[in-house]
C-alpha cells in the first residue's frame, strides 16, 4: 500500500494544518511509502522511502550549502548516500544535509520550511513519522542505546533520622495525573490530546491502571475554549469563531495561549469516562469559565455547562460518570472578578445538586477552582473568591512550576533548597485563606518545567528525584492533591508519547502511590551534615495500607558525587525492613530497579517492584536515588 499524504500549512504556527489522506492500492506488498509533497517537493523515485514536511523538525546544523528551492535541497540529500535528514530555509535559502541522522517530530508547521527524512529501510531514522496524523502513544520501538549505570559514590557520610512520638501531620495526600485537550498542531502534543489520544490501547489502559485511585484532571490551556455538543449548534463554526481573542469577538478569557476553539462531543465525554473507571481514575474535568463572558464582572452562559452536567448525571444515574469534581476555569489569572467567580461557583454548586440522580453510586460532584498559577493569584484574590463561593468550594487550587530550579549544584542534579522554598511560599502565600474557611489547598497542575516540558529535563531521571521529593514535602505541608502534568503529551509526560513506554516519572508515581500513606510528624534529624543537609530529603509516612501500623520513610538523594549511611532510630521501629531503590544517572531515561535496570516493553506485564527485605536500621543511600522504606513498629 502506497499513501501520498498532503499537507497546506499557513503563516500562523499555531492554525490547524488541513490534511488529507488519499490511498492508492497496489499489488502486494511489503513496505508503506510515506511521502509528503511540501511547497512544490515531489516524490521521486528512490531506493529511500521519505516523508517530507512543511515545518522544522529536524532543526539545523552548523553545516550548510546554499539551494534556491527546497526541490533543489532535497535532491542534494538524496545524491549523498550519508544524507538521512534534510532541511530547507526559505528565509536564507540554506539546506542542512548533515544533521546527524536525527529527527523530532513535534515542531511548529513554519510556512515554507521543508524538511525531511528516510522511513524505513537501511537508512532509517528513528522518530521519522508524521506524530500530527499518528496515533498516540505511537507505539514505536526506541533506538537500542546501552544505558549508563547509576554514579558510584565518591565518599559516603552519616546521617541519622530518628522516629519517635510519630503522629498524623496531615490527611493523605491524593495523587493525580493531567490530560489536556491540546490540537494536534501543537508542538510536543502530537494526536495526545484528550479529543484524540488513543484511549484504548491496551498498553496505555495496562499502565494507567498502576495508578489506580489516582486523580485525573483534564482541562489545560484549552479549557477554556472548549464547547460541549450538548444541544443543536453548540458546535457551529459561529460558536466556534466565538472562542477566539476577545478583541475579535467580545469573547472574555484572559488566558495568554488561546488556542482555535474545539468541541466535546459527548460520544467522546462517555468514552473517557469509560476509559477513567476501567482504570480506577476520578475525573476532575475543568469547564468552560469564558463562554458567553463579555468582561470581568459580566455573566456566564451556563448553557454549555448545564448541558454537560445534565448528560453527567445521566450517566450517573447508570453508574457510568467517573467524575469527582469539576474545577470551574484554567489559567484566568484572577482576572475574573472574585466575586463574580465565587457567584457562578453558587450556581455550578446548585444546578449539580438539583440535577444529580439521589441514587447514583457516584456522589455529586465537588466544585473546585480557581486554577490560576501561583504568581497570578494574590492571597487577597483567593480569600474573596472564597468568601464569595460561600461554602460552595470544595477545594482552593493553584498551578506551579519549578522551572528557576532546574539548574544543577556543584554537588547535585538539582538544587533541593530552590525545590523546597517554592513549596514553602506557596503554601504559606495561600493556607491562611483556605485554613479560615475549612477549604484544602490542591496543587491542580505542576512539572518542573512548564511550557510543555523540556526534552532531555522533565522526561528524564533528573525530574523524577524533583518529583518524588516534591510530593513528599507538599503531603508534609498539607496539600490535599497534586496533580502532574501530563499522564501523556508534552515533554514532561510519564509515558513516552512515541514509544508508548513509562518514562522515569511513572514509577515514582507508582510507588508512591502504592506505599505511601498519611504524612508522620515527630521524625527528626539527630545528624545530617554536609552534603546530607543539602541534597539528601528524607520523609515519613504511614504505610499506603495502614493495616499493619508501619512507616514508609521517602528518601530522596540529589547528590551526585555523595553516598549517605543513613541510620533510622526510634523505639518503636522493628530491625526488619522493605526497600523499593529507584537509580540512573541525572538525565537518562533508563532506570534502575533494587540494582537492575528496568527492560518493561510493550505486551510485557508491568514490572512487579518487589522490595527487598533487609534486616538492619542502616542503609547506605546511593547517589542519585529515590529510596522506599517501609519499616515494621513494635508498638502501635
Not at 526506541?142 to 503522629?167: E, M, R
Not at 454548586?349 to 453510586?361: E, I, K, L, N
Amino acid at each position: 500500500e502506497v499513501q501520498y499524504r498532503w499537507q497546506n500549512t499557513t503563516s500562523n504556527a499555531r492554525d490547524t494544518s488541513m490534511a488529507c489522506v488519499c490511498p492508492l492500492r497496489v499489488a502486494v506488498l511489503l513496505v508503506v511509502v510515506v511521502l509528503t509533497p511540501a511547497r512544490g517537493v515531489h516524490a521521486n523515485s528512490n531506493k529511500n522511502p521519505w516523508l517530507v514536511l512543511n515545518n522544522t523538525n529536524a532543526g539545523s546544523s552548523a553545516s550548510f550549502v546554499s539551494a534556491a528551492t527546497a526541490d533543489t535541497c532535497f535532491d542534494l540529500c538524496k545524491s549523498n548516500s550519508k544524507c538521512r535528514v534534510f532541511v530547507w530555509s526559505p528565509n536564507t535559502r540554506h539546506c542542512y544535509t548533515d544533521l546527524g541522522g536525527k529527527w523530532k517530530p513535534g515542531g511548529y508547521p513554519s510556512d515554507g520550511y521543508v524538511s525531511g527524512c528516510i522511513t524505513s529501510g537501511t537508512g532509517e531514522v528513528w522518530n521519522c513519522f508524521d506524530d500530527k496524523t499518528a496515533a498516540c502513544p505511537a507505539n514505536r520501538d526506541p533506538p537500542s542505546v546501552a544505558a549508563k549505570k547509576p554514579p558510584g559514590a565518591a565518599f559516603t557520610v552519616l546521617a541519622q533520622l530518628t522516629a519517635d512520638n510519630l503522629t498524623v501531620a496531615h490527611p493523605r495526600m491524593m495523587m493525580g495525573v493531567n490530560m489536556d485537550f491540546w490540537p494536534p498542531n501543537k508542538a510536543k502534543w502530537a494526536t495526545c490530546g484528550a479529543l484524540t489520544l488513543n484511549i484504548d490501547d491496551q498498553d496505555f489502559v495496562s499502565l494507567a491502571t498502576q495508578l489506580s485511585g489516582s486523580v485525573l484532571r483534564m482541562g489545560g490551556s484549552p479549557a477554556d475554549f472548549l464547547l460541549y455538543d450538548v444541544f443543536d449548534g453548540a458546535c457551529s463554526a459561529a460558536n466556534l469563531n466565538k472562542t477566539q481573542p476577545q478583541q475579535q469577538h467580545g469573547y472574555f478569557c484572559p488566558i495568554w495561549d488561546q488556542v482555535q476553539g474545539q468541541c466535546l462531543t459527548m460520544p467522546r465525554w462517555d468514552a473517557i469516562n469509560a476509559f477513567a473507571l476501567k482504570v480506577g481514575l476520578q475525573v476532575v474535568f475543568d469547564l468552560n469559565a469564558c463562554w458567553g463572558r463579555a468582561n470581568s464582572s459580566a455573566e456566564l452562559d451556563m448553557s454549555m455547562i448545564h448541558g454537560l452536567i445534565n448528560h453527567t448525571a445521566a450517566l450517573a444515574a447508570e453508574n457510568r460518570s467517573a467524575v469527582y469534581a469539576f474545577q470551574f476555569g484554567n489559567e484566568l489569572y484572577s482576572n475574573v472578578d472574585a466575586e463574580r467567580y465565587g457567584g457562578d461557583v453558587r450556581l455550578i454548586r446548585a444546578f449539580t445538586d438539583a440535577v444529580w440522580p439521589s441514587g447514583s453510586v457516584a456522589a455529586a460532584p465537588k466544585i473546585v477552582g480557581p486554577d490560576n498559577g501561583a504568581g497570578d493569584m494574590s492571597e487577597a484574590y483567593l480569600g474573596d473568591m472564597v468568601t464569595a463561593a460561600g461554602g460552595d468550594l470544595f477545594a482552593a487550587t493553584f498551578h506551579e512550576y519549578w522551572g528557576k530550579c532546574t539548574r544543577p549544584t556543584a554537588t547535585a542534579a538539582l538544587n533541593a533548597s530552590c525545590i523546597d522554598d517554592v513549596v514553602n511560599t506557596d503554601v504559606a502565600k495561600y493556607s491562611n485563606s483556605t485554613l479560615a474557611a475549612g477549604v484544602p489547598l490542591w496543587l491542580s497542575e505542576g512539572a518542573l518545567h512548564a511550557s510543555s516540558g523540556v526534552d532531555g529535563l522533565t522526561n528524564t531521571w533528573t525530574s523524577s528525584l524533583f518529583y518524588a521529593s516534591v510530593l513528599a514535602r507538599l503531603s508534609h505541608s498539607g496539600v490535599g492533591l497534586f496533580s502532574r502534568q501530563t499522564l501523556v503529551g508534552g515533554d514532561y509526560e510519564l509515558v513516552n508519547r512515541t514509544t508508548g513506554l513509562p518514562n522515569p516519572d511513572f514509577y515514582v508515581a507508582t510507588l508512591f502511590s502504592r506505599l505511601v500513606g498519611a504524612p508522620l510528624a515527630g521524625a527528626k534529624w539527630l545528624l545530617c551534615d554536609a552534603p546530607c543537609s543539602s541534597d539528601l530529603r528524607a520523609h515519613v509516612f504511614e504505610d499506603r495500607d495502614n493495616a499493619t501500623g508501619a512507616v514508609v520513610f521517602v528518601v530522596v538523594n540529589f547528590g551526585t558525587k555523595s553516598g549517605i549511611e543513613l541510620q533510622l532510630s526510634g523505639a518503636d521501629l522493628g530491625d526488619d525492613a522493605e526497600v523499593w531503590t529507584l537509580a540512573a544517572q541525572p538525565g537518562s531515561h533508563a532506570i534502575f530497579f533494587n540494582g537492575k535496570q528496568v527492560l518493561y516493553q510493550r505486551g510485557d506485564p508491568f514490572p512487579s517492584l518487589q522490595p527487598n527485605s533487609i534486616t538492619t536500621n542502616v542503609l547506605i543511600i546511593k547517589p542519585s536515588t529515590i529510596t522506599f522504606i517501609r519499616k515494621s513498629r513494635t508498638q502501635q
